[in-house]
């Protein structure tokens, strides 16, 4: 630590607000607020304090802190948003709304009008969404277009444009779709009456809506004015029938927001949902992926997600449900977000965390899509991963002067010990990252133990894998690597040729000694420079294959070994061996088996001789 920023330390102020650790570059590692900047900074670089790793390394690298005073934890708290937001720094939970899904938006102009956009802008514009169901998101529209006279135009309805007559009505005004601003027709007032109207339906709010129509077709119809109040009867028709659509989840009627979490931390990536309940209703969801969560909590990912949604929310409602609590982390503090509740609301929000009955199975059903979310997050990722082709497997294809690119690799490999315990692997390659999934073994047939024949060995090998997608259609590599030279390469040829499928995929022998690529009928090796990227990926494949089939082979001789231990049994017999091993798992576990545990697998007179003969093996008591 400088002496600088220790003197920064030493004179920080006790008062609530937002602090930024910058590097030695000037860039912003990390934003955060504080209701006592002083001790919460300092806390950073205490010794001995435990952190997690991605906050360790973090604290390496500050070099500055800055900090921005405020008069309460709230202002405090949106401030941090919004410079969150700004900044992106690296080491903040990063929030991230799937911007694909269209939101509606009301523009922050004179007479402002409402439409569909999938484009968020920093404006002053009111936005609600995003609806993933795009049908819903249709029938709210058709809703808003049945119920409100507004304008579509994008005319500018300024009034001294306005006063100066620069507009004319168009269709929509003659079919009764619009009041006419632009001609002075309809006052600013009465068409900002109708737009919070509007806000009253994104908000859920139908029922306060439908009596305010009702009230207003009565008085109408009170007046004689029986045009108007039909026109009102087919708005509340239209606003019935849209509410009818709507999923009933909750029988007291209330306004609430759910917020379920999953967080899938060997993939790296969370995902939190929102369901906004209005009036008892289920009118919308959203979610956010949630990266960079190393470290962190799950209750400092609830927190994260609701202050950010709340710091420039339109609508708060009168209660707020959570799959977890942030308040049962010793760093997190939901009073700041509480406040800002209080404030906006103008009453308390209570925050819950419910444990049983309706509430909980909504939080439940929360989480359950969250939980969805993030495995269609992951097959997604996985697909593009698979769709990337790396610049290894273009120029292998390059190299080999193929048709079709290489994306899909086999790779064989034959081992043996001394000539004895003969296996074979095969490996699967998919644009150049291992498929493991796909990996095979061979237990060689066709050799006897003490005669090593690798030509033999990679014949049956061949046959058996090919023979068998003969029989199921695939899939097929584009192309066979098989490790060894010409002799190798030629047995695997001849088995292709005598099972018919020679030609439909290239096939090539790399040699060890000199990294000699051998392709049929060509008897001059190719050669790759050493730094290739595609003899990197040869080598690659070749030494998972050797691997694969080593660790096998290594397996199937600890096995062997267990095995005769137990054939030195008087009485234990090669299937006997094998069924103890395999129902008790390991050598160990059948020496450590009671008498009783044995007999029900082997019966009692097998168990009685396996038990004596451990407990002749026991050392003497001193």
């Not at 097959?379 to 190299?399: F, N, S, W, Y």
Request: proline fraction near 4%; glycine fraction near 6%.
């Amino acid at each position: 630590m400088t002496d600088v920023l220790q003197k920064k330390l030493d004179h920080l102020p006790r008062e609530p607000g937002v602090y930024k650790h910058l590097d030695d570059k000037g860039s912003v590692l990390y934003v955060g607020k504080a209701k006592n900047l002083r001790t919460r900074v300092r806390s950073y670089f205490q010794q001995g304090r435990k952190r997690s790793g991605r906050i360790e390394v973090m604290v390496k690298k500050i070099a500055d802190v800055e900090v921005i005073v405020t008069d309460t934890e709230v202002e405090a708290l949106i401030l941090e948003n919004n410079l969150i937001k700004e900044l992106q720094p690296r080491y903040n939970v990063n929030l991230r709304d799937d911007k694909t899904y269209p939101y509606i938006c009301i523009k922050n102009e004179r007479f402002p009008r409402v439409f569909k956009t999938r484009s968020v802008r920093n404006d002053g514009s009111k936005y609600f969404g995003p609806y993933t169901d795009v049908k819903q998101l249709n029938q709210m529209m058709d809703a808003i277009r049945s119920v409100f006279q507004l304008r579509t135009c994008k005319l500018d309805l300024s009034k001294e444009k306005i006063e100066a007559g620069k507009h004319e009505v168009c269709l929509q005004y003659h079919i009764d779709n619009c009041k006419g601003p632009c001609v002075g027709e309809q006052s600013e007032e009465d068409y900002q009456e109708t737009i919070d109207q509007v806000e009253q339906l994104l908000n859920g709010h139908t029922k306060a809506l439908t009596s305010h129509l009702k009230e207003q077709m009565e008085t109408a119809s009170a007046n004689l004015d029986f045009e108007e109040a039909a026109r009102l009867r087919d708005q509340i028709q239209a606003l019935e029938t849209y509410s009818e659509r709507q999923k009933i989840v909750s029988q007291d009627f209330e306004d609430r927001d759910i917020f379920g979490l999953h967080v899938d931390r060997d993939e790296g990536v969370g995902c939190g949902t929102l369901f906004r309940v209005r009036e008892g209703k289920m009118i919308g969801r959203r979610h956010t992926y949630l990266h960079q969560i190393e470290g962190r909590t799950d209750e400092e990912l609830m927190l994260s997600l609701i202050e950010d949604y709340y710091a420039s929310a339109h609508f708060y409602p009168n209660e707020v449900l959570l799959a977890v609590d942030p308040n049962e982390h010793p760093t997190q503090d939901t009073v700041p977000l509480e406040e800002l509740l209080r404030q906006k609301k103008g009453r308390q929000v209570p925050i819950r965390v419910p444990q049983r009955g309706e509430k909980a199975s909504l939080v439940r059903m929360a989480c359950s899509n969250a939980k969805l979310l993030v495995n269609e997050y992951k097959l997604q990722r996985m697909k593009r991963e698979r769709d990337r082709i790396p610049e290894a497997v273009k120029q292998l294809g390059e190299a080999l002067q193929m048709d079709d690119l290489p994306k899909r690799i086999d790779g064989i490999d034959i081992s043996h010990l001394g000539g004895t315990e003969t296996v074979a692997s095969c490996v699967v390659f998919l644009n150049g990252t291992p498929r493991k999934s796909e990996y095979r073994t061979y237990k060689i047939r066709s050799v006897e133990d003490g005669t090593p024949d690798d030509f033999k060995s990679m014949r049956e090998v061949v046959r058996r894998r090919y023979k068998r997608m003969v029989k199921e259609g695939g899939p097929w590599p584009d192309l066979l690597v098989v490790d060894g030279g010409k002799g190798q390469l030629s047995s695997t040829v001849n088995v292709l040729k005598e099972l018919d499928v020679y030609g439909m995929f290239p096939v090539i022998g790399i040699a060890k000694r000199l990294e000699e690529i051998f392709q049929p009928g060509d008897p001059d090796p190719l050669y790759l420079g050493k730094d290739h990227p595609s003899l990197k990926l040869l080598q690659n494949l070749r030494n998972e294959a050797h691997r694969f089939a080593v660790t096998y082979q290594r397996k199937r001789r600890k096995k062997k070994m267990l095995r005769s231990e137990l054939l030195d049994i008087h009485g234990i017999g090669e299937k006997t061996a094998q069924t103890l091993l395999r129902e008790f798992g390991s050598l160990k576990q059948v020496k450590q088996a009671d008498a009783e545990a044995l007999a029900d697998v082997v019966g009692p007179a097998k168990a009685e001789k396996v038990v004596d003969f451990y407990r002749d093996e026991e050392p003497a008591e001193a």
